[in-house]
């Protein structure tokens, strides 16, 4: 159920691509412009993220730091005090009901904190949280955003190709030009735009696809045990490579094929000024 599900949100990057501007703001409360009200306003990232899994009935999250992102945790904390001054003083009943919304949502769900102390790679960040989670959960990077095609929140698209195909795994891919810098898949296509998967690597030399992976997914926690072996080997490992022991187990895993057009990554320069190109011409709507 998406209800009882939580949501792994990992920030504790560095975003040295994204220097000298992430010295003083972390990527992930980079802003994207977006339609509220018929007005085009900024909105962080995270922010977004926030909106469209909480949309997706998802109400216990763990947010992932660093120690030197606590500006995010600050972001993720209502302040009641600036409405009313935003109110009462400015008289700014606009921006006012922006923030209101958001602090509103704030206040319904539950966040827990966990920091990741050296930065060891994306595998060991979602694996701080393993103490907090029950079941099912969702990963999801504090970087990456898909733009709703014709209405459908992405996330609730991931849960229901989960649940059409009976599937233990389900995750984002896209097709890229230079799959090296990413982990690809092998897999058949099964239905428009799925594909059940056969194999993944992580930053092929020589890739077997160019189905790229998002780290968006929605998995089971059986995930974490296998990425606490992994790190008790004591050698390197990503967690795809988790991903992919699971799926030498049996577990059954499918990926969600995204249009580009749609796929919002501010994780490089020239990424984030595609992302803000992207979403002129597709507006993001709260």
Request: hydrophobic residues 40%; charged residues 30%; glycine residues 6%.
């Amino acid at each position: 159920m998406k209800e009882s599900a939580t949501a792994v949100i990992p920030v504790a990057g560095l975003g040295t691509r994204m220097l000298p501007l992430t010295k003083a703001l972390p990527k992930e409360l980079l802003p994207l412009p977006v339609e509220y009200r018929g007005r085009t306003v900024l909105i962080p990232l995270l922010h977004l993220i926030l909106i469209r899994l909480y949309n997706a009935g998802i109400r216990k999250y763990v947010v992932v730091l660093s120690r030197n992102k606590e500006s995010i945790k600050n972001y993720l904390t209502p302040d009641h005090e600036y409405l009313k001054y935003l109110r009462e003083v400015e008289g700014k009943n606009f921006e006012a009901d922006l923030m209101e919304e958001y602090y509103k949502m704030l206040d319904n769900i539950r966040i827990t904190y966990v920091y990741q102390l050296e930065p060891r790679g994306f595998g060991d960040a979602i694996l701080q949280a393993k103490k907090y989670i029950e079941g099912d959960f969702i990963i999801h990077p504090g970087d990456d955003f898909i733009i709703d095609v014709e209405g459908e929140n992405y996330i609730e698209r991931l849960f229901k190709t989960r649940d059409k195909y009976d599937a233990d795994i389900a995750l984002y891919i896209e097709e890229v030009t230079d799959p090296r810098h990413y982990g690809v898949i092998i897999g058949s296509k099964i239905g428009t735009n799925i594909y059940e998967v056969e194999d993944l690597v992580e930053k092929p030399e020589k890739p077997p696809s160019n189905l790229a992976i998002t780290a968006i997914y929605l998995t089971k926690m059986d995930i974490m045990s296998e990425m606490e072996t992994l790190k008790n080997l004591g050698a390197k490992w990503e967690l795809v490579d988790a991903v992919r022991n699971l799926l030498r187990r049996g577990y059954k895993i499918v990926a969600v094929k995204i249009d580009n057009r749609y796929r919002i990554d501010v994780g490089r320069p020239s990424e984030y000024i595609k992302s803000i190109e992207k979403t002129l011409k597709n507006p993001i709507k709260i």
